[in-house]
Antibody
Framework: QVHLVQSGAEVKKPGASVKVSCKAS????????ISWVRQAPGQGLECMGW????????NYAQRFQGRVTMTTDTSTNTAYMELRSLRSDDTAVYYC??????????????????WGKGTTVTVSS | QSVLTQPPSASGTPGQRVSISCSGS????????VYWYQQLPGTAPKLLIY???QRPSGVPDRFSGSKSGTSASLAISGLRSEDEADYYC????????????FGTGTKVTVL
């Protein structure tokens, strides 16, 4: 059974950094990517980007470029997301999700099929 | 901020059929596949529909997805109390690098 287990809640001050982990089990880690999606309190979902479990290639959403780094450790099947220069509006639940991409009928597909339970990050002075 | 627009709410009584729309543009829904996610209260999202109309194993056939032009729809037939949740559409958007966009979300209430 596929599982993604995320690290615990974090409280950070503005300007600090946070690093969230996501440990995968139940599948071949290098065959899939890991995406990171966040949800501010009472708000919708926002995709921050993803990382290939195969070669570590990343694809960051433009608004997070320069502030986010996604990495993987294939020896422990763990993905990490580090967000720097935290602001109060970075307060959110951060989810990791297994990410699938490829082609179907000549078009590309991208979606997340299994999600972690989320990590609450609170940014407050 | 989202480029995919959904109605904020929808409702129905048990057994009814509820439909949720997702409106986009030529750079997202018009040229890419659509996905739907269900988020039960206080839980992580769950994949409901992929590649426009495909259901992952374990998702009841009461849920169906469709796409036409720059819009998509999720239909829930035989509405049940456990379907009360937030529903999000999603699609790749060709206009910006690395942009996988979610819809604004629709809260479904079972009356």
């Amino acid at each position: 059974q596929v599982h993604l287990v995320q690290s615990g809640a974090e409280v950070k001050k503005p300007g600090a950094s946070v690093k969230v982990s996501c440990k995968a089990s139940g599948y071949t880690f290098t065959s899939y990517g890991i995406s990171w999606v966040r949800q501010a309190p009472g708000q919708g979902l926002e995709c921050m980007g993803w990382i290939s479990g195969y070669n570590g290639n990343t694809n960051y959403a433009q608004r997070f470029q320069g502030r986010v780094t996604m990495t993987t450790d294939t020896s422990t099947n763990t993905a990490y997301m580090e967000l720097r220069s935290l602001r109060s509006d970075d307060t959110a639940v951060y989810y990791c999700a297994r990410f699938l991409s490829g082609t179907y009928l000549l078009d590309y597909y991208y979606y997340m099929d299994v999600w972690g339970k989320g990590t609450t990050v609170t940014v407050s002075s | 901020q989202s480029v995919l627009t959904q109605p904020p709410s929808a409702s129905g009584t048990p057994g009814q059929r509820v439909s949720i729309s997702c409106s986009g543009s030529s750079s997202n829904i018009g040229s890419n596949y659509v996905y739907w996610y269900q988020q039960l209260p206080g839980t992580a999202p769950k994949l409901l529909i992929y590649i426009n109309d495909q259901r992952p194993s374990g998702v009841p056939d009461r849920f169906s997805g469709s796409k036409s032009g720059t819009s998509a729809s999720l239909a829930i037939s035989g509405l049940r109390s456990e379907d009360e949740a937030d529903y999000y559409c999603a699609a790749w958007d060709d206009s910006l690098t690395g942009r996988y966009v979610f819809g604004t979300g629709t809260k479904v209430t079972v009356l």
